[in-house]
Protein backbone atom coordinates (compact mmCIF):
# COMPACT_ATOMS: atom_id res chain seq x y z
CA UNK A 1 0.00 0.00 0.00
CA UNK A 2 1.68 3.11 -0.81
CA UNK A 3 1.55 6.24 1.28
CA UNK A 4 0.09 9.75 0.43
CA UNK A 5 4.10 10.32 -0.16
CA UNK A 6 4.92 7.74 -2.74
CA UNK A 7 1.97 9.40 -5.33
CA UNK A 8 3.20 11.66 -7.54
CA UNK A 9 1.49 14.23 -10.13
CA UNK A 10 1.63 14.90 -13.35
CA UNK A 11 3.39 18.46 -13.93
CA UNK A 12 1.49 19.52 -16.93
CA UNK A 13 -2.21 19.23 -14.94
CA UNK A 14 -4.91 17.62 -15.17
CA UNK A 15 -6.67 19.94 -18.00
CA UNK A 16 -3.08 18.51 -20.02
CA UNK A 17 -4.63 14.81 -19.02
CA UNK A 18 -7.63 15.15 -20.27
CA UNK A 19 -6.81 15.93 -23.17
CA UNK A 20 -4.31 13.44 -24.32
CA UNK A 21 -7.40 11.15 -23.65
CA UNK A 22 -9.72 12.70 -25.26
CA UNK A 23 -6.53 12.80 -28.40
CA UNK A 24 -6.92 16.57 -28.70
CA UNK A 25 -5.13 19.20 -27.72
CA UNK A 26 -5.10 22.07 -25.17
CA UNK A 27 -7.24 25.45 -26.50
CA UNK A 28 -6.00 28.51 -25.85
CA UNK A 29 -8.09 31.97 -24.81
CA UNK A 30 -7.46 35.49 -27.15
CA UNK A 31 -3.64 35.99 -28.09
CA UNK A 32 -2.63 39.35 -27.02
CA UNK A 33 -1.98 40.36 -31.43
CA UNK A 34 -5.80 39.56 -31.47
CA UNK A 35 -6.77 42.30 -29.06
CA UNK A 36 -4.27 44.55 -30.61
CA UNK A 37 -5.84 44.37 -34.43
CA UNK A 38 -9.59 44.73 -32.67
CA UNK A 39 -8.35 47.49 -31.11
CA UNK A 40 -6.88 49.09 -34.47
CA UNK A 41 -10.42 49.18 -35.74
CA UNK A 42 -11.33 52.92 -35.21
CA UNK A 43 -13.89 55.77 -37.16
CA UNK A 44 -11.27 57.86 -39.26
CA UNK A 45 -12.83 61.67 -40.40
CA UNK A 46 -12.99 62.47 -44.31
CA UNK A 47 -9.43 64.01 -45.47
CA UNK A 48 -10.98 67.29 -45.89
CA UNK A 49 -12.87 67.62 -42.26
CA UNK A 50 -9.48 65.96 -40.72
CA UNK A 51 -7.59 69.18 -39.17
CA UNK A 52 -5.18 66.90 -36.77
CA UNK A 53 -3.19 65.66 -39.31
CA UNK A 54 -3.40 68.27 -41.97
CA UNK A 55 -0.21 70.40 -42.02
CA UNK A 56 -0.44 73.86 -42.87
CA UNK A 57 -3.43 76.92 -43.15
CA UNK A 58 -6.83 75.18 -42.51
CA UNK A 59 -9.97 76.05 -44.68
CA UNK A 60 -12.97 75.49 -43.59
CA UNK A 61 -15.51 73.51 -46.32
CA UNK A 62 -17.39 75.85 -47.74
CA UNK A 63 -21.17 75.62 -46.76
CA UNK A 64 -22.51 75.80 -50.37
CA UNK A 65 -21.74 72.09 -50.52
CA UNK A 66 -25.19 71.86 -49.45
CA UNK A 67 -26.67 72.52 -52.75
CA UNK A 68 -25.00 69.39 -54.40
CA UNK A 69 -27.10 66.78 -52.67
CA UNK A 70 -29.84 69.54 -52.75
CA UNK A 71 -29.83 69.50 -56.49
CA UNK A 72 -30.23 65.49 -56.92
CA UNK A 73 -33.28 65.84 -54.41
CA UNK A 74 -34.99 68.16 -56.87
CA UNK A 75 -34.05 65.69 -59.57
CA UNK A 76 -35.65 62.92 -58.08
CA UNK A 77 -38.50 64.40 -56.84
CA UNK A 78 -39.11 66.12 -60.44
CA UNK A 79 -39.36 62.96 -61.31
CA UNK A 80 -41.64 61.21 -59.00
CA UNK A 81 -44.00 63.65 -59.81
CA UNK A 82 -43.66 63.10 -63.74
CA UNK A 83 -43.80 59.49 -63.31
CA UNK A 84 -46.86 60.15 -61.32
CA UNK A 85 -48.62 62.16 -63.72
CA UNK A 86 -48.09 59.92 -66.61
CA UNK A 87 -48.83 56.72 -64.58
CA UNK A 88 -51.73 54.29 -65.51
CA UNK A 89 -54.51 54.25 -63.17
CA UNK A 90 -54.12 50.60 -63.21
CA UNK A 91 -50.38 50.39 -61.89
CA UNK A 92 -49.88 48.40 -59.19
CA UNK A 93 -45.89 50.07 -58.73
CA UNK A 94 -47.32 53.72 -59.27
CA UNK A 95 -49.83 55.19 -56.76
CA UNK A 96 -50.27 58.63 -54.84
CA UNK A 97 -47.58 57.81 -52.32
CA UNK A 98 -45.22 58.06 -55.45
CA UNK A 99 -46.46 61.98 -55.83
CA UNK A 100 -46.47 62.86 -52.68
CA UNK A 101 -42.92 61.72 -52.33
CA UNK A 102 -41.92 63.51 -55.23
CA UNK A 103 -43.40 67.07 -53.55
CA UNK A 104 -41.44 66.81 -50.51
CA UNK A 105 -38.22 65.37 -51.99
CA UNK A 106 -38.54 68.58 -54.54
CA UNK A 107 -39.53 70.92 -51.17
CA UNK A 108 -36.30 69.49 -49.34
CA UNK A 109 -34.29 69.85 -51.94
CA UNK A 110 -35.54 74.08 -52.81
CA UNK A 111 -34.66 74.37 -49.06
CA UNK A 112 -31.38 72.72 -49.18
CA UNK A 113 -30.81 75.09 -51.89
CA UNK A 114 -31.77 78.08 -50.22
CA UNK A 115 -29.81 76.97 -47.13
CA UNK A 116 -26.56 76.13 -49.48
CA UNK A 117 -25.30 80.07 -48.91
CA UNK A 118 -21.99 80.61 -50.38
CA UNK A 119 -19.63 81.72 -47.43
CA UNK A 120 -17.97 84.45 -48.38
CA UNK A 121 -16.42 85.60 -45.12
CA UNK A 122 -13.31 82.96 -44.03
CA UNK A 123 -11.87 82.47 -40.41
CA UNK A 124 -9.29 84.85 -41.28
CA UNK A 125 -11.04 87.44 -42.09
CA UNK A 126 -13.77 86.77 -38.88
CA UNK A 127 -10.96 86.82 -36.80
CA UNK A 128 -9.66 90.04 -38.14
CA UNK A 129 -13.44 91.32 -37.90
CA UNK A 130 -13.87 90.65 -34.39
CA UNK A 131 -10.29 91.43 -33.35
CA UNK A 132 -10.92 95.36 -34.35
CA UNK A 133 -14.09 95.46 -32.71
CA UNK A 134 -13.49 94.32 -29.14
CA UNK A 135 -11.68 97.49 -27.15
CA UNK A 136 -8.77 95.23 -25.90
CA UNK A 137 -5.36 93.61 -27.79
CA UNK A 138 -6.28 90.17 -28.79
CA UNK A 139 -3.69 87.31 -27.84
CA UNK A 140 -5.58 84.04 -28.32
CA UNK A 141 -8.34 83.11 -30.15
CA UNK A 142 -10.64 80.73 -31.65
CA UNK A 143 -12.97 80.42 -34.60
CA UNK A 144 -16.37 77.81 -34.79
CA UNK A 145 -18.55 78.01 -37.73
CA UNK A 146 -22.15 77.29 -36.73
CA UNK A 147 -25.32 78.11 -38.80
CA UNK A 148 -28.67 81.05 -37.46
CA UNK A 149 -31.81 80.53 -38.20
CA UNK A 150 -34.59 78.58 -40.04
CA UNK A 151 -32.59 79.84 -43.36
CA UNK A 152 -28.97 78.34 -41.67
CA UNK A 153 -27.08 81.38 -42.70
CA UNK A 154 -23.62 80.39 -41.90
CA UNK A 155 -22.32 82.34 -38.81
CA UNK A 156 -18.78 83.10 -37.53
CA UNK A 157 -18.69 82.60 -33.54
CA UNK A 158 -15.37 84.11 -32.78
CA UNK A 159 -14.21 83.63 -28.63
CA UNK A 160 -11.09 86.05 -28.07
CA UNK A 161 -8.90 86.32 -24.97
CA UNK A 162 -6.73 89.59 -24.12
CA UNK A 163 -2.73 89.52 -24.97
CA UNK A 164 -1.93 89.64 -21.52
CA UNK A 165 -0.38 86.63 -19.40
CA UNK A 166 -2.40 85.13 -17.71
CA UNK A 167 -5.49 87.09 -20.31
CA UNK A 168 -7.19 89.98 -17.59
CA UNK A 169 -10.00 89.99 -20.74
CA UNK A 170 -12.47 87.68 -22.66
CA UNK A 171 -14.75 88.71 -25.58
CA UNK A 172 -16.97 86.40 -27.85
CA UNK A 173 -18.32 88.03 -31.43
CA UNK A 174 -20.81 86.86 -33.93
CA UNK A 175 -20.09 87.68 -37.60
CA UNK A 176 -22.53 86.87 -40.44
CA UNK A 177 -20.48 84.65 -42.80
CA UNK A 178 -22.68 86.13 -45.76
CA UNK A 179 -21.69 89.67 -45.55
CA UNK A 180 -19.06 89.92 -42.55
CA UNK A 181 -21.43 91.79 -40.42
CA UNK A 182 -20.98 91.97 -36.48
CA UNK A 183 -24.45 90.30 -35.31
CA UNK A 184 -23.30 90.56 -31.85
CA UNK A 185 -20.87 90.87 -29.11
CA UNK A 186 -19.87 90.73 -25.48
CA UNK A 187 -16.46 91.59 -23.49
CA UNK A 188 -15.80 91.18 -19.87
CA UNK A 189 -13.16 90.34 -17.38
CA UNK A 190 -11.86 87.72 -17.00
CA UNK A 191 -13.35 85.38 -14.60
CA UNK A 192 -11.17 82.54 -14.85
CA UNK A 193 -8.48 82.02 -12.13
CA UNK A 194 -5.42 80.55 -14.14
CA UNK A 195 -2.83 81.59 -11.16
CA UNK A 196 -2.44 78.22 -9.70
CA UNK A 197 -1.09 77.20 -13.42
CA UNK A 198 2.37 76.74 -14.79
CA UNK A 199 3.30 79.95 -16.66
CA UNK A 200 5.46 78.44 -18.99
CA UNK A 201 2.47 76.15 -20.31
CA UNK A 202 0.29 79.05 -20.44
CA UNK A 203 2.32 81.30 -22.38
CA UNK A 204 0.62 83.24 -24.89
CA UNK A 205 2.63 82.42 -28.72
CA UNK A 206 2.37 83.97 -32.20
Known sequence: ????????????????????????????????????????????????????????????????????PATIYVVLGVACVLLAAVRDDASPLVNSGVLWAGVALVAFGVYGLVAGWTLRVDETEALSIASARVSFAVGHASAQQVWRGWLSRPTWRILLYSAENPPARRGIVLIDGVDGGVIEWFAEDNPEDWSTLDSDRTRLTG
Open 1 to 68: MASDDDRSEDPAGPSSDRADRQGGEPTAGPTGGDRARDDEIVDELPEDLNASEYVGPYTFPNNNRRRI
